[in-house]
Nanobody, 128 residues
Framework: QVQLVESGGGLVQAGGSLRLSCAAS????????LGWFRQAPGKEREFVAA????????SYADAVKGRFTISRDYAKNTVYLQMNTLRPEDTAVYYC?????????????????????WGQGTQVTVSS
């Protein structure tokens, strides 16, 4: 089992920044690729960003590329999502997720079904 707890959400004006954190506990943090997803009201959960086992590979949704950065800290068993230049359309509940991985790649990490463990989510609201 892997337990994931997100934090760092809140209300921010357009153009502002937030950093989301996701603390992991349970099984070895080193064995999991990690991702961030988001879900706006009335919409399906969508991929935001992913990071590989070593942290050496990352991938992003086109909508956030160049504005968001995913990173992981092995000492703290935490994955982060730095969000800059936020837009009202970024408003959503943000979830972190973990999937057991063998290969150090983010290939195949862009879909909801690939993840076994999920956090409870943290709300991000961007006002215009």
């Amino acid at each position: 089992q892997v337990q994931l707890v997100e934090s760092g959400g809140g209300l921010v004006q357009a153009g502002g920044s937030l950093r989301l954190s996701c603390a992991a506990s349970g099984r070895s943090f080193y064995n999991y690729g990690l991702g961030w997803f988001r879900q706006a009201p009335g919409k399906e959960r969508e991929f935001v960003a992913a990071i590989s086992l070593s942290g050496g590979s990352t991938s992003y949704a086109d909508a956030v590329k160049g504005r968001f950065t995913i990173s992981r800290d092995y000492a703290k068993n935490t994955v982060y999502l730095q969000m800059n230049t936020l837009r009202p359309e970024d408003t959503a509940v943000y979830y972190c997720a973990a999937q057991f991985a063998i290969f150090d790649t983010t290939q195949g990490m862009g879909t909801v079904k690939g993840y076994r463990y999920w956090g409870q989510g943290t709300q991000v609201t961007v006002s215009s």
